[in-house]
């Protein structure tokens, strides 16, 4: 159960990130960073190595619990976590778009190796939000994000939006991977937030 609530916590992770994008133009760059290197691990031993480790997660297991607990401050995030969900169960279904997606972040993975970490990271933000135009974008219903128009029209944020979004739709993946599905997320919640909260207490 743990793993599903860490892979809840990276569709939050993503959905929250997205969130301070379009509202403020700036976000967290360390959960950004954990967000966009999930998008490269595809072959791994345990749900914390898709993520770099749990302590990673803290900003989507906090955003998850304060969703869960009913904090109205993030309305736009759970928003944005629903339509994840929504989307990624039309994508599951979609192999051609799957196997698109999967090349691309092959090849994304190996790009910008000799660069300054934020110019890399720029780079590879730039050439999956391409990927994200050419795939999850054509999925309806697309996700509307909203936010202050000045940084909507900022191509590096606009490209950190999509890269977040397509973070979310790996995490959601991950999500019915393990098991998890609506159900749970009505009824379970109880047993979600001490799940959630155990990983922030070590």
């Not at 967000?35 to 906090?62: C, Q």
């Amino acid at each position: 159960m743990k793993d599903k609530t860490l892979a809840l916590a990276g569709i939050f992770q993503a959905a929250e990130l997205v969130r301070q994008a379009a509202n403020h133009g700036t976000w967290s760059g360390y959960a950004a960073t954990s967000s966009l290197n999930s998008l490269f691990k595809l072959e791994v031993d345990s749900t914390e190595d898709v993520y770099g480790g749990a302590e990673r997660m803290r900003l989507g297991i906090e955003t998850l619990i304060a969703v869960l607990q009913g904090d109205n401050r993030y309305a736009d995030a759970l928003r944005y976590a629903i339509s994840l969900l929504q989307v990624q169960k039309k994508f599951i279904r979609m192999g051609q778009v799957q196997d698109k997606i999967g090349q691309g972040l092959a090849e994304i993975s190996g790009e910008g190796a000799d660069l300054p970490q934020h110019e890399r990271e720029d780079l590879q933000a730039h050439h999956i939000a391409e990927l994200y135009r050419e795939t999850i974008s054509k999925i309806s219903p697309r996700i509307v994000v909203n936010g202050s128009p000045q940084y909507l029209q900022n191509e590096r944020t606009t490209d950190w939006i999509r890269t977040l979004l397509m973070a979310g739709i790996r995490s959601a993946t991950l999500w019915a991977q393990l098991g998890g599905g609506r159900f749970e997320l009505m009824f379970g919640r109880k047993k979600i937030i001490r799940d959630a909260q155990k990983y922030l207490t070590g």
